[in-house]
């Protein structure tokens, strides 16, 4: 089993930053790919971006450019780094690891972001 934890969201104006961050527990050993997708109301949820163990990215194209996916395998951490907010990308956000691909089978609990001035 593996646990996902995130934290690190909030309101924040247009134009502004926010870092999220997903700690990993449990049976990490089994986990390549990690990464963050969200959901708004009445919407389905989507992919954000990813990152594989060895490092190797991808981005859906709304975010590219703005928002940068890292991963420290010392702290079992993945990060979203998420500049010059929007207010279309406000959303729960959920950190999500599968043992090859994405969409794995393992999902946080969800933290808001809120973009609004």
């Known amino acids: 089993q593996v646990q996902l934890v995130e934290s690190g969201g909030g309101l924040v104006h247009p134009g502004g930053s926010l870092r999220l961050s997903c700690a990993v527990s449990g049976n990490i050993f089994s986990i390549d790919a990690m990464g963050w997708y969200r959901q708004s109301p009445g919407k389905q949820r ?38 010059s907010l929007k207010p279309e990308d406000t959303a729960v956000y959920y950190c999500n690891a599968g043992e090859q691909a994405l969409p794995g089978g393992y999902w946080g609990q969800g933290t808001q972001v809120t973009v609004s001035s």
């Open 46 to 83: 989507e992919f954000v971006a990813g990152i594989k163990r060895g490092g190797s990215t991808n981005y859906a194209d709304s975010v590219k450019g703005r928002f940068t996916i890292s991963r420290d395998n010392a702290k079992n951490t993945v990060y979203l780094q998420m500049n």
